[in-house]
């Protein structure tokens, strides 16, 4: 049970970079147009954040995760979400046993 | 017109059915980064401190395996910032929806916004007021839960064997694949779903670090903007 002092300063980097790019966006929040292409833009943030996240792994990795990302989209429309992570990491699996 | 709701009872317990799921799946990736922190040298008080004060999965992930002994501050900050710089887009989406919040509370809130916090906590806002207690329960719960794991990782270390044996390494896709259909409004979602995972595939082939996360949240905002042209 250590507490190393280059260590410490290092997750005090890690923190503050972390907290400044959260709240920098809550300074920029109230200076945006709220409406036309710009609202548009904002609007769409969320799922547009959210798969460029997380393309590279479903889409770039093999031919198993593509096909388990494929189940998990049409899963994720019909179920509550812990349902569809279920199914999304059975059909890796599957699809892993069967195609490599 | 700013009021306190008498029973925050039913905010705070949506936001904790609302994180759970979310909670669940990044069990497998606080195991992993504690366990790799583990290997690199870090003690468990040190994958503590960190899994405290920074609170953000994908950016410990980079700065653990970028880990040297000693840990140099200026190289590890940096590649923090890169890799979370996605949280700015996302504050300043989310700050639009923060009515109900005083700014101390805005300030102290953005602390908890991780991926899956700022994706709950803007499908509430989607549907009604979001108001603090949703989002620090969610905030809280999920942040509780990091720390729990993360620790148990480093403590277990090598006894946990590898992830991906089970599928537990497609969690976290598959739980973002959930949250991104939790957004579906027809057709112009597809569409800049489709344009985000299409620059964000591109851009990850191409060029090294996290830069593919902006090239996809550029390429599915201008998408909507360019959408938001032709209709209205």
Redesign the interface.
């Known amino acids: 049970m250590t507490l190393d002092a280059a260590t410490s300063l290092a997750i005090l980097a890690m923190a503050l970079a972390t907290y400044a790019v959260r709240a920098g966006g809550l300074l920029i929040a109230e200076r945006l147009p709220q409406q036309g292409r710009v609202r548009a833009a904002m609007d769409a943030l969320p799922p547009a954040v959210l798969s460029a996240v997380i393309a590279p792994t479903a889409l770039a990795t093999g031919p198993a995760e593509t096909l388990a990302a494929i189940v998990t989209v049409v899963a994720a429309f019909r179920l509550p979400l812990i349902a569809t992570v279920a199914i999304g990491v059975a059909s890796v699996v599957v699809f892993r046993a069967l195609i490599g | 017109m700013r009021r306190t709701p008498i029973l925050p009872g039913e905010d705070l317990a949506a936001g904790l059915i609302a994180i759970?799921?979310?909670a669940?799946?990044v069990v497998p990736f606080g195991l992993l980064l504690g366990a790799t922190a583990g290997l690199k040298g870090?003690?468990?008080?040190?994958i503590a401190?960190?899994s405290g004060?920074?609170?953000?999965g994908?950016?410990?992930f980079v700065?653990v395996d970028l880990w040297t002994d000693?840990?140099?501050?200026?190289a590890?900050?940096?590649a923090?910032?890169i890799v979370?710089?996605?949280?700015?887009?996302?504050?300043?989406?989310?700050?639009?929806k923060?009515g109900a919040f005083s700014p101390a509370q805005?300030?102290g809130a953005?602390?908890f916004?991780a991926?899956e916090v700022?994706?709950v906590a803007?499908?509430r806002a989607a549907d009604r007021v979001l108001r603090p207690a949703f989002l620090f329960a969610a905030g809280g719960f999920l942040y509780a839960n990091w720390m729990i794991w993360t620790v148990a990782g480093c403590l277990l270390g090598r006894a946990l064997g590898n992830p991906a044996a089970?599928?537990?390494d497609?969690?976290?896709?598959?739980?973002?694949?959930?949250?991104?259909?939790?957004?579906?409004r027809g057709p112009r979602?597809g569409l800049?779903?489709a344009?985000?995972?299409?620059?964000?595939?591109g851009v990850?082939?191409l060029v090294a670090g996290p830069w593919?996360?902006?090239?996809?949240?550029a390429?599915?905002?201008?998408?909507?903007?360019?959408?938001?042209?032709e209709g209205a």
């Open positions: 759970f799921p979310a669940i799946a870090l003690s468990p008080v040190e401190l960190m004060v920074v609170f953000a994908s950016s410990q700065a000693p840990a140099s501050w200026a590890l900050g940096l923090t910032l979370n710089l996605r949280f700015t887009l996302m504050s300043a989406s989310l700050g639009r923060l805005r300030f953005v602390f916004l991926d700022w994706a803007e499908r089970l599928g537990f497609f969690a976290f896709a598959a739980m973002f694949i959930g949250l991104v259909i939790g957004f579906w979602t800049i779903i344009a985000s995972a299409a620059a964000a595939v990850d082939a593919y996360v902006l090239a996809g949240a390429a599915g905002c201008g998408a909507a903007a360019i959408m938001a042209g």
